[in-house]
């Protein structure tokens, strides 16, 4: 049996950049293949366009989420409506129901 690599870094797409430097955006729902990040350990974070550091970030909790079951506090927490988050998914993870919210606090 293998032990998992635990993860060092994360990619955001650009856009999010500023709402997460800003503290606004406190939370990223990432897919089953991206579900290994650890809490208490920090990664590197770039931009997933153009690999661009920007920031570092302590992971907090990573916690399995069904999609239907995602609610107007996620949406805050992501910094944007519910309509927004669900159609953001959609974009990204398009089908997925068995998703995982990454809470997460930025390194000063």
């Not at 406190?26 to 153009?50: F, K, L, Q």
């Not at 970030?57 to 916690?63: A, H, N, R």
């Not at 997925?96 to 390194?107: F, R």
Request: contains cysteine.
């Amino acid at each position: 049996m293998t032990t998992p690599i635990i993860p060092t870094e994360m990619t955001f797409f650009a856009r999010f950049e500023s709402d997460i430097l800003s503290g606004k955006k406190t939370i990223t729902i990432r897919d089953e293949a991206e579900r290994h990040y650890v809490p208490g350990t920090t990664v590197d974070v770039s931009t997933y366009e153009d690999g661009r550091w920007f920031c570092r970030l302590e992971i907090l909790s990573v916690e399995p989420i069904a999609f239907s079951d995602l609610n107007d506090f996620h949406a805050q927490q992501e910094n944007m409506t519910l309509t927004e988050l669900k159609a953001v998914i959609n974009d990204i993870y398009p089908g997925i129901e068995k998703l995982y919210v990454v809470n997460y606090t930025l390194v000063k």
